[in-house]
Nanobody
């Protein structure tokens, strides 16, 4: 599956952005979609994940209550709504896709995902 992320940009602290990630084709298997980010000079870190059914979501503590992950399965798209952004959210954001065992499976680590998008830069100015 090829993934294309978009929606990044420069925003002031306290502002909002919505990232989108479109998958190249629809799969009839169960899958998980997730967002990770890599801040400048740091390791890649988990941000959020959503199950194929959309019924389960999971967030990193650092974004809980501020970010929302959602899907539009008809459009093969996953979104990341980011509110109350701060300088620590500055990073390259990457979407990922992983084949899963069930419609409610969630993955939290990089090695559980099979395919990755190219990333979109989010810069938050303080």
């Amino acid at each position: 599956v090829q993934l294309q992320a978009s929606g990044g940009g420069l925003v002031q602290a306290g502002g909002s952005l919505r990232l989108s990630c479109v998958a190249s084709r629809r799969t009839f298997s169960s899958y998980v979609m997730g967002w990770f980010r890599q801040p400048p000079g740091k390791e890649r870190e988990f941000v959020a994940a959503i199950s194929w059914s959309g019924g389960r979501t999971y967030y990193a503590d650092s974004v809980k209550g501020r970010f929302t992950i959602s899907t539009n399965n008809a459009k093969n798209t996953v979104y990341l709504q980011m509110n109350s952004l701060n300088a620590e959210d500055t990073a390259v954001y990457l979407c990922a896709w992983g084949l899963s065992r069930s419609s409610n499976t969630l993955y939290y680590t990089e090695d559980e995902y099979d395919d990755w998008g190219q990333g979109t830069q989010v810069t938050v100015s303080s």
